[in-house]
């Protein structure tokens, strides 16, 4: 998985998986889901994040044990 976020732009690109994108949803205004050919999960994109996300530029990663 990888988070990218383009400060110029102002898009967080979340892709989970490297596959070539067939189709998309946009569901709600600025928030964009990527498919596959298989109708599978690719990415989600998310546009003027700044303004949905407290800080674009702070990534946390966790793993919760089970």
Do not use: C, N, W
Not at 41 to 65: G, M, T, W
């Amino acid at each position: 998985m990888k988070i990218i976020y383009d400060p110029a732009t102002d898009v967080i690109r979340i892709v989970f998986r490297d596959a070539l994108v067939d189709d998309y949803s946009e569901d709600r205004p600025g928030i964009k889901v990527d498919y596959d050919v298989d109708d599978q999960l690719v990415a989600i994109e998310i546009q003027k994040a700044s303004e949905l996300i407290d800080d674009p530029h702070v990534v946390e990663h966790q793993i919760l044990e089970t």
